[in-house]
């Protein structure tokens, strides 16, 4: 059973105090109920519960610098979030969209990427790095809501394939495991730099760096 969002978050700050102070002074303060609900205006739709209950602990992160998501993703406050969906959504196709029809959510699930999802209104991001790519929760009500997907504007929208994108809960219980017992978490490793900030190193595995070289 995945850990309450809540108790991950403890087990997070509770590393970050420890081991990366700076990155731990970033968290920002709990998000105003009115801001979430402003931003609950601008999308049209209740966001989901593990994401309200997030920023309800911590609305983003305060350092524009700063990452705490593997792929160096920075959680965005509710105020960024309508802003960025607003962004985010004015490059939807609704006319290829719907020609494409439940094909495109079928080739989405099948192949793993998808330009044609791109912008989807129901797609609300949570997250930014500083190349401009977004990390969005899906609120489709079909077989992926709930789920994390990495977004950019050359690639589309990727389905990325490992579990712990299933779900906002249980990117956040892998992340404070990870944390907590200093392994990989897909390729990805905890370093805190000299500033004492939290990143993730990529390293990929052996068999990757053979496949590259071959």
């Known amino acids: 059973m995945t850990a309450p969002i809540g108790e991950s978050w403890t087990l997070i700050e509770n590393w970050l105090a420890e081991h990366a102070p700076a990155t731990y002074a970033a968290l920002a303060p709990p998000a105003d109920p009115a801001a979430i609900a ?24 305060l350092d524009q610098r700063g990452s705490l ?23 939807y196709d609704k006319r290829t969209a719907d020609e494409a029809g439940e094909e495109a959510d079928h080739d989405f699930v099948k192949i793993g990427a998808s330009s044609v999802l791109y912008g ?9 790095n500083l ?5 969005v929760l899906d609120h489709r009500p079909e077989i992926d809501r709930g789920r994390v997907h990495a977004a950019g504007a050359a690639e589309g929208i990727m389905r990325v394939p490992h579990e712990m ?27 805190v730099d000299q500033e004492q900030r939290l990143y993730w190193d990529f390293i990929p595995l052996r068999s990757d760096r053979t496949l590259h070289r071959s």
């Open 165 to 191: 994108w299933t779900s906002l809960p249980l990117l956040m219980e892998t992340i404070a495991t990870s944390l907590k017992t200093n392994q990989p978490l897909n390729n990805y490793t905890p370093v």
């Open 69 to 91: 998501l593997p792929g160096f993703y920075r959680p965005i406050s509710a105020r960024e979030i309508a802003a960025e969906w607003q962004r985010f959504t004015g490059f």
């Open 131 to 135: 190349g401009g790519g977004h990390l």
């Open 38 to 61: 402003a931003t609950e205006c601008v999308i049209g739709r209740p966001m989901l519960k593990p994401l309200v209950m997030s920023l309800l602990r911590h609305d983003g992160l």
């Open 120 to 128: 989807h209104p129901q797609l609300i991001p949570i997250a930014r």
